[in-house]
């Protein structure tokens, strides 16, 4: 039996703080605070050594000084690197941040976490089993992060893992198993590109007991229309477009 308790907010930053700082950083999160977010999404993949830290892409070279990809490579490899100064200078220095870092923040700031399992290809197990395992034990003095991925086989090893913790799938593309996948993962919430959402389909997932999160909804007049609508939360990099009063 799923808890269908739903205790997250409105609106949720994209990467951390969305497009106001370095993606997927301690930064990021901090600016998001203080911005007001109340609640944060982040990329989690593994180390060659299984380390879960932050990142989107396989890849280093787009948000880092680095390059190639990044699960080939040791934590003490990673650290080194620099994840801010591509944004700009005033981030020089900043470092991919561990999954237990971004936990202290969380704490700190007392934000709520949608923690994306970011497998990289060929991982999906593997990370989806220990990134469950290490958000348990992380999170265990704060609300329970909600895990969500793209990947299928992510999401039913963090299932087998952590069977507690809620679960999101993540859809870019409409996929009409959509009901089959989620019963089967036990979800609480489906994640879904917003361009995919029109007022009746957003009533045939509620209908079936899904919670929904959009992403990445950065005009208020769309967000407003999706709220109505009924969905959950609105994943957005722009919370300063989007307003806190959406709260
Ligand atoms: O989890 C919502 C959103 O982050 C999914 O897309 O590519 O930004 O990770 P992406
Ligand atoms: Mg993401």
């Given at each position: ?15 951390g ?7 997927n950083t301690l930064a990021a999160i901090d600016?998001g605070a ?5 609640m944060i999404?982040f990329?989690a ?6 380390e879960i830290f932050l ?24 650290v ?14 900043e470092r991919l941040p561990l999954l237990a870092q971004v936990a202290d923040r969380c704490r700190q700031h007392r934000l709520m976490a949608?923690i ?18 290490a958000a348990r034990d992380l999170w265990q003095d704060q609300v329970?992060p ?102």
């Amino acid at each position: 039996m799923i808890n269908r308790a739903w205790p997250y907010p409105p609106i949720v930053a994209h990467r951390g703080g969305g497009k106001l700082a370095p993606e997927n950083t301690l930064a990021a999160i901090d600016l998001g605070a203080q911005l007001g977010h109340l609640m944060i999404e982040f990329d989690a993949k593994l180390s060659q050594d299984g380390e879960i830290f932050l990142l989107h892409d396989d890849t280093l070279d787009r948000t880092s000084n680095g390059w190639g990809v990044a699960g080939q490579l040791p934590w003490d490899k990673l650290v080194q690197l620099d994840a801010g100064s591509w944004f700009g200078k005033t981030f020089d220095g900043e470092r991919l941040p561990l999954l237990a870092q971004v936990a202290d923040r969380c704490r700190q700031h007392r934000l709520m976490a949608n923690i994306e399992i970011k497998p990289t290809t060929g991982l999906e197990v593997e990370t989806g089993r220990v990134v469950a395992l290490a958000a348990r034990d992380l999170w265990q003095d704060q609300v329970a992060p909600l895990l969500s991925s793209f990947s299928y086989e992510a999401l039913e090893a963090a299932q087998k893992a952590a069977p507690e913790l809620p679960r999101g799938l993540l859809l870019h593309e409409w996929n009409d198993n959509w009901r089959q996948m989620t019963d089967a993962l036990g979800c609480l919430s489906i994640h879904l590109n917003h361009k995919l959402l029109d007022e009746q389909r957003t009533a045939e997932l509620k209908q079936a007991g899904l919670r929904i999160l959009v992403y990445t909804v950065n005009e208020p007049e769309r967000a407003h229309q999706l709220l109505q609508w009924g969905v959950d939360a609105i994943c957005t990099d722009r919370i300063d477009v989007i307003g806190p009063d959406f709260r």
